[in-house]
């Protein structure tokens, strides 16, 4: 015998096309509200996890210095400021500090990159200090300098890549004419790091004539400890910028949640329309179904059979809709994370769009409840159908 | 099987193919690096004057031959690939060069391990495969200034796989081969990128040849000797 789920899919494919295009209308909104979902989530992650990788919580700079290579390229090797080394033994006496490591970036020309030159930046770092700080980099091949005078250096992956380094290769420090001995090619990070040569901090002092001079001192706060207490501290020694990693990462949010607001009233604008597009199908089917409807009522279905009937329509439509959407987000995500990154002002590494299988299911939830609730109408105006004035409407 | 059957499977099939185009994509994937130019507008119009457009193509030994084709790339080339990166999966972009809608001829370049680091060396060629310019997109080397000085680029000039055929890339033996003879290293102390720059123009050139000029050269190997085909 027929059931009930058989005879409301025999109805929506009375109408093929119709109910196709309501369902792509709700697939579409079930796309969208999934992808922003998981883009709210991995846009988090993403950030939470480019900070954590920094090893620090707090970077100290020369006032005015670009403290990332990614700017010191932009300004072609250029702006560079120096503090003096003795910073960091102020810094130390602080309570709140766990872990401390100097740090001395500077750039060369290489007139032999492309047409016109271009800068190789190098990054010295205190073998003592600095991987402890890092301790999540894994080595592709070998390992981390121990001497800090060494003539050795440590490549990110991407930057060995563009060198074709491998250990035990030398690698050429240009316009200083000094060779160093490759002891280590890091894993990607899908961070700044893989681009980045590291070279043991006294070594490229005495190479740059720079021994007194630093760029930048990373900070790792004690767990117990404020930030904003030692920020406080810190915003009184003479010549230095103080760069919160916490701040920073607050400061993006803000960027970000313009777009946020923007993405999210689009996802609510196509919510609604696709509410307005599953009433107006039941609504249709229903008003062409009146004698059909008004039949079945003189043959002893209740107010309650019809209602159920049409509210089961409305949910196989919605349901239908919402996997279509779901899987479509999933496979769209990488194509969706590109677009964001396009509209966003700041996008961490990493994917941007995280969907897991919870954001699926409240993406699922949500799409029946508008089912349930765009179906409401629809339901009820059939279940109230008069049958002999239904018969009777249609025969005339 | 009946017609209500087979329509079922070819839905199926359509639905995993679906399924497969959708999901696959978004998997993370992260290959090797390949060597593009800097500023493709502002670079084909100088290595080929007068062209008035180009087309990039990307291709991969992994996807045009996989390990056949690579064993028979490792064979012309008389040398194994090496490294870290001289990998299976790199994607060498080709440039394909039109003037007006007349295609005038290709650009491609490829990475290579020099001495004190990576060097990039793109050919330009005409639709024979023979060299119109040579040039070192990057070149890090103490002797960097003698290599990218347009007289040893210009030594390369009208030479083709031809000429390459004999030349070992381990030993740096031109083989006899008048042509590459009279290639002169600038700076006797920059033998190994010397040698390194040679190596990566045969490497380019056997790319080229595989991946666009339909094999044109292959009989030439063969008769020296090669043992694939």
Wanted: with cysteine; hydrophobic share 45%.
């Amino acid at each position: 015998m027929i059931n009930i789920f058989q005879v409301a899919y025999k109805n929506l494919l009375r109408k093929k096309a119709r109910s196709a295009l309501t369902i792509v209308g709700i697939a579409l909104a079930a796309w969208v509200l999934v992808s922003l979902l998981g883009f709210n989530r991995g846009y988090e992650m993403s950030l939470n996890r480019d900070i954590d990788n920094l090893g620090f919580q707090i970077l100290v700079t020369a006032k005015g210095c670009p403290y990332e290579a990614a700017t010191l390229m932009l300004k072609g090797g250029t702006g560079l400021r120096y503090m003096k080394a003795d910073v960091v033994a102020q810094i130390s006496k602080e309570p709140e500090v766990d872990e401390i490591t100097p740090m001395l970036m500077q750039a060369v020309f290489d007139p032999n990159k492309g047409e016109s030159g271009g800068y190789s930046a190098y990054l010295g770092v205190d073998p003592a200090t600095f991987p402890k700080m890092k301790s999540f980099l894994e080595f592709k091949q070998g390992k981390w300098f121990t001497d800090p005078e060494a003539l050795e250096a440590v490549m990110g992956y991407e930057a060995a890549e563009l060198e074709q380094r491998e250990v035990g290769d030398p690698l050429l420090i240009t316009e200083k004419n000094v060779e160093v001995k490759v002891v280590g090619i890091l894993k990607r990070t899908g961070t700044q790091d893989d681009g980045t040569i590291f070279l043991p901090l006294k070594m490229v002092q005495k190479t740059f004539d720079k021994t007194d001079d630093l760029t930048g001192i990373g900070i790792k706060v004690k767990k117990e400890a404020s930030i904003s207490k030692l920020e406080d501290k810190l915003y009184q020694l003479p010549d230095v910028q103080v760069v919160s990693m916490s701040q920073v990462k607050q400061t993006i949010m803000t960027l970000v949640s313009t777009a946020k607001v923007m993405v999210f009233s689009i996802a609510l604008i196509a919510i609604l329309i696709s509410v307005v597009g599953v009433v107006n199908t039941i609504l249709m089917s229903v008003m062409e179904r009146l004698q059909e409807i008004g039949i079945l009522k003189s043959m002893g279905a209740t107010a309650w059979d019809i209602f159920k009937l049409i509210w089961l329509e409305t949910l196989i439509l919605c349901i239908s809709g919402g996997v279509i959407g779901a899987f479509f987000a999933l496979g769209t995500a990488r194509l969706t994370d590109v677009l964001i990154r396009r509209l966003l002002p700041y996008a961490p590494s990493g994917g941007l769009v995280q969907i897991n299988p919870s954001l699926v299911l409240l993406t699922f939830g949500i799409v029946i409840l508008i089912g349930l609730l765009s179906g409401v109408y629809p339901s009820w105006k059939a279940g109230r159908v008069r049958p002999l004035e239904a018969i009777r409407s249609q025969v005339e | 099987m009946n017609s209500g059957g087979a329509d079922m499977h070819k839905k199926t099939r359509i639905l995993w193919l679906l399924f497969l185009l959708l999901v696959l994509p978004a998997r993370e994937s992260r290959g090797a690096v390949g060597c593009d130019l800097n500023d493709p507008d502002r670079d084909v119009a100088r290595l080929f004057p007068g062209s008035t457009g180009f087309k990039t193509n990307y291709v991969s030994i992994d996807k045009k031959g996989g390990p056949a084709l690579l064993a028979q790339i490792e064979d012309r080339l008389g040398d194994q690939f090496q490294g870290l990166y001289e990998t299976i999966d790199v994607p060498y972009t080709l440039y394909e060069v039109f003037k007006g809608k007349e295609k005038i001829g290709y650009i491609h370049g490829v990475n290579e391990k020099g001495q004190y680091g990576g060097l990039q060396v793109f050919l330009a060629l005409d639709l024979n495969g023979v060299i119109k310019t040579f040039y070192f997109q990057k070149l890090t080397s103490k002797y960097g200034r003698e290599l990218r000085d347009s007289t040893f680029g210009d030594q390369f000039v009208g030479l083709s796989l031809k000429d390459f055929y004999r030349y070992d890339v381990k030993t740096g033996s031109t083989g006899g081969d008048a042509a590459l003879e009279k290639i002169k290293n600038p700076v006797p102390e920059a033998e190994p990128d010397f040698k390194a720059a040679l190596r990566a123009t045969k490497k380019n050139l056997i790319l080229v040849d595989e991946f666009i000029l339909d094999n044109k050269y292959l009989p030439y190997h063969q008769a020296a000797g090669g043992t694939k085909s």
